[in-house]
């Protein structure tokens, strides 16, 4: 037997799964960072001052040595693990200072642990900012306006100015830490500094997770200069290295066919001492866990993966680079060619579930019982045709407003909004009306990310040539949102597991090669296994299936089920409302 590792540094706990070469699980250990690193005193992970959100890097250094200690305590032989990567919370960035590089070259397993060697003078800072950090306003809104706002940012990185993104955080370290700046000889993601680690020096960015700051053009494959400039334009007194040369030169790109995938280093000599990793087991670069988790299964492009948990986020594996200032695109971590849009949406099982609870009340059900609600969803008798609602519990991202509840009755010929309502003729119209409008938010935006297919659909729509909407300030021709549809569509996530919503959701998105459900609750550092697993295979046969050609063909049975096909009435009958919903996001938002 042979094995794979994937780790997943998160923002609570650092997990490490082991899969075997039929990609069964093998094993499995975590630390969870408030529970077993008490001293480090952080609450969910994170320490929270204000707007500013952190974590201590020492504390990942003790963890990483405690889970490799209890992965080891399962009885699995490290010694026969042949390659690792792994999944971080995206975002975040370690500062190294002078010494690290050299401290990181001379770990010793008999010198004390990874925090005793490195903590004390390895880095310039002693936290890395969290994703959940939202002190850096002025700084998003500087780099916004050095490259064409909200929109220029978006064309260029993929995303608009996010106060999470590790540019603007970096440049908040400029502004107010100059001498810790200075001191910096170089700037880490959570990937490569996970990635450095393990192989005892530093390694370049990966790309896909370098998407992730801001910083990096995505079309020409290296660092924004202007935006480099920028930063380097905020130094008051330059003493140290460049910022290019501190973010350690341009980041590692995904191979291409042929290309043999590209191998961060072995495992360092530490590990090998320490826990009997074999000096030949390879680590290829981490990345980040939304990038990961799209690794955990067989995404082509065109496949489309909804994570239904407490918020909603759809991650799309794409051949289109089709930017927006309300989506994020990364290039894909092992695909080329490919990237990822990644939609987050804030509502999403707390809505329903409110809307659940409130129907279970006019029936004397108890609250939390779902059987009322998926028969609601599930009814096809139930006339909803010209309803749409949105229930915005939370104030929302896609489209961008504060929390809001609003129905209206609709022509559908038109999609004009004839009448606003306080209430449908009962709740069960609620709980249909959610999942549907939820659905239909996701399918407009990701609707442009798709490769047109000119002719492939029949619609019962007759538009004329002019109807345009509009979905977060961009208009298109209403025809572009007809000629084009998800190829698959895979349901992950704690709501995942109720079949109406499900089939209801698929029903509006219109996956032409169907639904299919997949619960795994390691997704993360599972994606990373495979993406070991598969560059290691890669290496020795350059020629060999590209990594979702690999996963096709590999995954365990099981690990997907099918719960729905392709439905083409379904999906036509929800082209109808289309208009409506940009009629009433228009009226929303104004
Ligand atoms: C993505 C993001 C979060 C973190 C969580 O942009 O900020 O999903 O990656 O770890």
Known sequence: MQYTLGFDLSTQQLKCVAVDENLQPAGEASVD??????????????????????????????????????????????????????????????????????????????????????????????????????????????????????????????????????????????????????????????????????????????????????????????????????????????TGPSLLSKLLGEPVRVQGPGETPVCAGNVARYFTDRYGLSPSCRVYPFTGDNLATLCSLPLHGGDAMVSMGTSTTVLLCTREYCPSPSYHLFRHPVLPDHYM???????????????????????????????????????????????????????????????????????????????????????????????????????????PLLTPQPGAFTTTVTASSGTTVSFDGEVR?????LDRRPSRCFFVGGASRNTAIVRRFAAVLGPTAGAFRSENPNACAVGGCYKALWSWLRSSDPQGPDFAQFLDSSMPAGAVASVAGREDAAWDHYNHYIVALSNLERELCA
């Open 477 to 481: 021709p209403l025809g572009d949102l």
């Open 33 to 238: 960072f408030d529970a077993d690193l008490p001293g480090y005193k952080t609450t969910k992970g994170v320490y929270i001052s204000g707007e500013t959100v952190c974590s201590p890097v020492a504390q990942w250094l003790e963890a990483f040595d405690l889970v490799l200690e209890r992965l080891a305590a399962t009885g699995l032989d490290l010694g026969l693990v042949t390659a690792i990567s792994g999944s971080c919370q995206q975002h975040g960035a370690v500062f190294w200072g002078e010494d690290g590089s050299t401290l990181l070259a001379s770990l010793d397993a008999n010198q004390g642990n990874l925090v005793d060697q490195l903590a004390p003078t390895a880095f310039s800072r002693t936290t890395a900012p969290n994703w959940q950090d939202h002190s850096t306003g002025a700084q998003c809104q500087a780099m916004e306006a050095a490259v064409g706002g909200p929109q220029g940012m978006a064309q260029v990185t993929g995303s608009r100015a996010h106060l999470r993104f590790t540019g603007p955080q970096i440049l908040k370290v400029i502004e107010t830490e100059p001498a810790a700046y200075e001191a910096t000889h170089a700037i880490t993601l959570v990937s490569n500094f996970a990635t450095s680690l393990l192989c005892g020096k530093l390694v370049p960015l990966e790309e896909a997770d370098a998407c992730g700051m801001n910083l990096y053009d995505i079309e020409r494959r290296e660092f924004s200069r202007p935006l480099l400039q920028l930063l380097e334009d905020q130094r008051t007194a330059p």
């Open 341 to 447: 849009a990644m939609v987050c949406y804030c509502n999403g099982s707390l809505a329903r579930e409110q809307i659940r609870d409130e129907l279970n009340a006019t029936k004397s059900i108890a609250p939390g019982d779902w059987e009322e609600f998926s028969a609601a969803v599930a009814d096809d008798s139930l006339d909803t045709s010209d309803e749409l609602a949105v229930y915005f519990p939370l104030g929302e991202i896609v489209p961008s407003i504060q929390a809001t509840t609003a129905r209206v009755r609709f022509d559908r010929a038109t999609g004009q909004l004839t009448d606003h309502v306080a209430s449908f003729p009962d709740r069960r119209h609620d709980a249909k009306a959610i999942v549907e409008s939820q659905a239909l938010s996701c399918r407009v935006r990701i609707a």
